[in-house]
């Protein structure tokens, strides 16, 4: 089992930034990989980010250019840098993890939520 606690949201300006961290209760060198999903009120969750064990990223179009994903494998954090917010980023942000051991498991964090607006 692995548990994550997201931390670091709240409310910004359009044009502001926040960082989102996401503590994980074992070392990430047991994991395949990261990851930051958002849902959005009435829409499906999607992915914003997620980082693999060979330190490869990738970011949906939507946020690419403007939020980072790194990891603080000393600390057993993931981290969301979000610059330049948008009020369309505004959701619930949840952090993932996924598992391979035989089998492939998927972890999910309890969210927290970013609301981006003037």
């Known amino acids: 089992q692995v548990q994550l606690v997201e931390s670091g949201g709240g409310s910004v300006q359009p044009g502001g930034s926040l960082r989102l961290s996401c503590k994980v209760s074992r070392s990430l060198f047991s994991l395949n990989a990261m990851g930051w999903y958002r849902q959005a009120p009435g829409k499906e969750r999607q992915l914003v980010a997620f980082?693999?064990?060979?330190?490869?990223?990738n970011y949906a179009g939507a946020v690419k250019g403007r939020f980072t994903i790194s990891t603080d494998y000393a600390n057993n954090t993931v981290y969301l840098q979000m610059n330049t917010l948008k009020p369309e980023d505004t959701a619930v942000y949840y952090c993932?993890?996924?598992?391979?051991?035989?089998?492939?498991?998927?972890?999910w964090g309890q969210g927290t939520q970013v609301t981006v607006s003037s």
């Open positions: 980082i693999s064990e060979g330190s490869a990223t």
């Open positions: 993932h993890a996924r598992e391979v051991v035989g089998s492939s498991y998927m972890y």
